[in-house]
């Protein structure tokens, strides 16, 4: 099942049937994904082929890391050496074998190597619902890259780099997939911003841990200079290509601080700077909002929950972002 319009082409403005049958549960632009859930370590090597640790990256050696990173000293590279020799393993398997690194430190060595994210916090609440870097070789990683590959082939462009991430309920899993999402694009190299616009509900100062009360209801507000917008997104340490600029105080008038007109031009601003902008967004019951956002971004990734949201509240949020002239790229339908 295709996630986008296989021709690529721009759907056109829909009338009340079409409208009806791009809210369908059976359009072809609808893709699947399943709850998230981590994987164990066993489970991420397996088939994977992940401890091929004698490979060069930018000039670092498997055993050169795990030194970096405390996890062996200089005076188990040998030892090491020697095992792997001895019985034809690679480096990574044979420190394993030797007991001297778990499995984890090889796949964290390997991250750093071939420049993906890979992270797993058991203390972290929030690390289960990050399935870029807790489980990067999961199915369910394989999907959002997925939509990650049609989206640059059928979205991206140097003129569109704005998308906001709509659903119709505040529980359909809207953040979790934009988080997902720009984390996904980050990997690929693209200096990826993601913006939490849900002024109701933010989430993603909780998912990615940032605490400054600085961000974008601050803007909204003329708090902050245009001058210093460079200032407020948080670097993700973790994913060297992706910042979030969270949502800040929740300020008591979210509808009039999106429709100022201050939004378009802080996005405007960010694209200087960013090759892909994802907005997390509220959920279709605050229509003023999302309308605002919506019509800023001209694009929008419909975002369903299997078994809890209304067709007819789909359908009314399809209409919605028509009203604005605000392209739907496709959908995603959670399976909880």
């Not at 902050?224 to 949502?247: A, H, I």
């Not at 279709?284 to 001209?298: P, R």
Request: hydrophobic letters at 40%; proline letters at 4%.
């Amino acid at each position: 099942m295709d996630f986008l319009n296989s021709s690529g082409e721009p759907e056109r403005k829909a009338g009340t049937d079409d409208t009806a049958r791009r809210a369908s549960a059976s359009d072809e632009n609808i893709i699947y994904i399943d709850n998230p859930s981590l994987e164990t370590v066993n489970e991420q090597l397996k088939g994977k082929e992940l401890l091929q640790g004698d490979t060069q990256w930018a000039d670092r050696y498997m055993g050169e890391i795990l030194v970096a990173n405390n996890k062996l000293d200089r005076s188990d590279i040998d030892k090491v050496v020697d095992h792997q020799r001895e019985k034809g393993l690679y480096f990574g398997e044979a420190a394993v074998d030797l007991k001297l690194v778990s499995p984890d430190d090889i796949l964290q060595a390997l991250s750093t190597q071939f420049g993906y994210t890979y992270g797993q916090d058991d203390n972290d609440p929030s690390s289960i619902e990050k399935v870029m870097a807790s489980s990067p070789f999961s199915e369910l990683a394989e999907e959002f890259r997925s939509i990650r590959g049609q989206l640059i082939s059928n979205w991206l462009s140097p003129g569109q780099k704005t998308l906001a991430v709509v659903s119709p309920g505040s529980r359909d899993g809207r953040s979790y997939v934009a988080a997902n999402l720009a984390m996904a694009f980050s990997q690929t190299g693209r200096a990826t911003m993601l913006i939490d616009a849900d002024l109701r509900s933010p989430r993603q100062h909780e998912i990615f841990n940032v605490k400054s009360r600085m961000g974008l209801s601050m803007l909204l507000a003329g708090r902050v200079r245009m001058e210093e917008l460079d200032m407020l997104p948080e670097n993700v340490s973790t994913f060297q290509n992706l910042s979030v600029l969270g949502c800040g105080a929740v300020p008591p008038n979210p509808s009039e601080l999106l429709g100022n007109g201050r939004f378009p031009a802080i996005l405007r601003e960010l694209k200087k700077f960013f090759d892909v902008i994802i907005i997390d967004s509220p959920a279709s019951t605050y229509k003023a909002d999302v309308m605002s956002i919506a019509s800023a971004t001209g694009s929008a990734l419909l975002v369903t929950r299997s078994g809890y949201a209304r067709m007819d509240e789909t359908k009314s949020l399809v209409a919605t972002l028509n009203q604005v002239e605000t392209n739907v790229v496709g959908a995603v339908l959670n399976q909880y």
